[in-house]
């Protein structure tokens, strides 16, 4: 048997909305949201942080506790998913048959709902933030891991070296995984928490986390990026808007995009 994933049904029946359902469990650190008929599923790293989110929103929504089979959900997946496309990068759910096309960058991160895919918004946001800037010669600072796939992106696009972090050590020994997958050797990986551990100098740093996570972050995820270098940041509500410009205020917003109810923001730092 494989790991079980702790979760929520939050049933979106008679028009709950999505985004106030997402702002609900921001606090609770969901590590995935799937889509379903009438619910939206939200996945968590431990069975307490589902107690607990359970226990605040179960006065605004009617809510099922589930445990999902992670090696269950990865067979289906990998037949269900599709490959993930944004600008040069392709990121396939199993090696594809077909040989690589020198012009786009592939990249394969096997589905596991603890995990990113590459096939969320926020994700998506971060790829193409890293597109955006020339990386050669670039360290690169992934706070948050998971997968792996952002730090796995930024060599893979020109940068000679990335260290990912997280908190969860499942989703260190995942992303170690997908670096022997995909043949990655200059990217390190340690388990630590951005709120409390070191974290180094780095001329480019990718947070796609919480917004309410990047708030409480901000002063440190600053410190951790060079002077002039680019801070990456997503995991952020069109309602965080606002908290995010407050937290980060003074520093260089280059661009802000926006994908379905989530945003992504790329900054220069002072």
């Not at 170690?176 to 630590?192: A, D, K, P, Q, S």
């Amino acid at each position: 048997m494989g790991k079980s994933w702790p979760a929520l049904d939050v049933s979106t029946r008679g028009g709950t909305d999505h985004e106030l359902v997402l702002a609900a469990v921001d606090d609770y650190s969901p590590t995935a949201i799937e889509e379903r008929d009438a619910a939206l599923r939200v996945f968590f790293a431990t069975p307490e942080l589902r107690e607990r989110a359970s226990a605040s929103l179960s006065s605004q929504f009617t809510l099922t506790s589930v445990d999902v089979d992670d090696e269950d959900w990865a067979r289906r997946g990998q037949g269900d998913l599709s490959p993930v496309v944004v600008g040069r990068v392709v990121v396939y759910p199993s090696r594809p048959a077909h040989p690589a096309d020198p012009a786009q960058v592939d990249i394969v991160i096997p589905p596991s709902m603890g995990f990113g895919t590459g096939h969320h918004a926020t994700t998506r946001l971060c790829l193409a933030a890293l597109q955006s800037i020339d990386l050669r010669g670039k360290f690169v600072l992934d706070v948050g891991t998971g997968s792996g796939l952002l730090a796995i992106a930024a060599v893979k696009l020109g940068a000679p070296a990335a260290l990912g972090t997280d908190d969860d050590a499942d989703a260190i020994q995942a992303a170690r995984e997908n670096l022997e997958l995909n043949r990655v050797t200059n990217v390190e990986l340690v388990v630590g928490d951005a709120m409390t551990d070191p974290l180094p100098a780095a001329d480019v740093v990718v947070a796609n986390i919480t917004g309410a996570l990047l708030v409480r972050a901000a002063s440190r995820l600053v410190a951790a990026t060079k002077a002039g270098g680019v801070l990456i940041l997503s995991g952020v509500l069109a309602s965080e808007r606002d908290d995010i410009r407050r937290a980060f205020a003074n520093q260089t917003v280059e661009d802000v995009v926006q994908q379905d109810e989530w945003l992504g923001f790329t900054l220069r730092c002072r």
